[in-house]
């Protein structure tokens, strides 16, 4: 097969490595508009059930990437200056994404498959040849703008404004935290990724954009405001800058996956929510079904393309409902935060994709649960003797 792939991401050069792997005689090209070597934002997650995947499936892969990531069970959820410590029962792994790419990129070119950068893809014309078209371009997908129509693709904006940023340290335990101030609410998430590096995304509701004055901001004087709101967990150190723009997050929805000799993965087919921290990982496991439906079916489009939807479709419908309801739950983090007890809002946190009920919390994370349900039923009881 003669395999045209538009975008050199995680899912893009995960596809074609396995494509490539598997049958040698396919001719493929990955196209990116930018930069050999350049990437935008800092440190990316991978769970561990997604690792177990891969190293079933490309067990070279997934050793290299395994080998340079930073793992940790720990998030430390801080609200208003008090925190709860949560140990989870699983390591989720963090990875500088250049080095992502790099292992990806490096697994591509041993195979001889050819990666195109600095090209700009604005339609399809020249790829008229081509037995398939894998739009692996993220969420303002080149594939699929051509005929938006022909995936029936609904995207909105979101209300809060967010920039990513690093910071030159490893921050441990991983936090997440809530902060008042007097000018509205602010949300910052740091996790380490390496040894001497860690991601920090900066958020706020749409109200404390406006109230606070951020609107009238410029990207640096964000920057600023950042660190005085964070400087306690910061602890001097500045936040470092990569694209690091404030914007509104993009949702994307398509209804059809594919149409003709064109499909859809990662962030072009569903844009995944940094909130839920699995863009990367949905991503990469697109790639893997798009190649099982071609492992089950040789290269017969007209049954591997429905059949990559089969195998795929559901488990992205799941995550689609708690993406949803993830983002959701930031969009009104206003209202999240005015309880005011932090191990009730821990909770409210840790299940608020309707994902993880107070049955599977007992085992997502065994020693939160345990301490939560004693300070309830300890609240019970003194109620009950008043």
Not at 284 to 296: G, K, N, P, R, V
Request: hydrophobic fraction near 40%; proline fraction near 4%.
């Amino acid at each position: 097969m003669k395999i045209a792939i538009i975008g050199a991401g995680p899912a893009g050069l995960y596809f074609a490595r396995l494509m490539k792997r598997h049958q040698p005689a396919h001719q493929i090209e990955v196209i990116e508009q930018n930069p050999f070597g350049a990437t935008y934002g800092f440190g990316v997650t991978l769970g561990g059930p997604a690792r177990e995947r891969m190293k079933a499936t490309d067990p070279e892969v997934a050793d290299a990437l395994a080998a340079l990531m930073h793992f940790n069970n720990k998030q430390r959820i801080c609200l208003d200056g008090e925190d709860v410590l949560v140990e989870y029962a699983s390591y989720g792994g963090a990875i500088e994404r250049l080095k992502l790419l790099g292992v990806l990129q490096k697994a591509c070119l041993d195979l001889g498959i050819a990666l195109h950068h600095q090209r700009r893809v604005d339609d399809l014309s020249a790829f008229a040849a081509y037995d398939l078209i894998v739009g692996a371009d993220g969420p303002n997908s080149v594939v699929r703008g051509t005929d938006p129509a022909a995936f029936g693709t609904h995207s909105y904006s979101l209300t809060n404004p967010f920039a990513w940023y690093g910071v030159a340290k490893a921050m441990k335990p991983n936090a997440l935290v809530f902060r008042h101030t007097k000018d509205g609410v602010f949300v910052g998430h740091y996790y380490a990724y390496k040894s001497d590096m860690s991601t920090f995304v900066a958020e706020c509701d749409a109200k404390t954009w406006t109230q606070s004055g951020f609107d009238r901001l410029s990207d640096p004087e964000r920057k600023s405001a950042i660190e005085a709101i964070f400087a306690d967990h910061l602890q001097g150190e500045p936040l470092v800058e990569n694209k690091s723009i404030w914007r509104t997050f993009k949702v994307v929805v398509n209804e059809r996956w594919f149409s003709g000799n064109r499909v859809l993965i990662g962030d072009a087919l569903r844009s995944a929510h940094f909130s839920i921290g699995s863009g990367t990982r949905l991503a990469m496991e697109d790639a893997l079904a798009l190649f099982e439906a071609f492992s089950e079916h040789g290269e017969d489009l007209a049954k591997v393309l429905p059949r990559y939807v089969e195998i795929r479709k559901p488990i992205r419908d799941l995550f689609g409902v708690a993406t949803e309801r993830s983002f959701n739950w930031y969009e009104n983090v206003r209202q999240a935060m005015a309880g005011g007890d932090v191990w009730d809002f821990t909770h409210d946190f840790l299940t608020r994709t309707g994902r993880v009920d107070d049955k599977r919390l007992k085992d997502y994370a065994p020693s939160f649960y345990a301490d939560y349900m004693r300070r309830k039923n300890a609240d019970a009881r003194s109620a009950a003797v008043q």
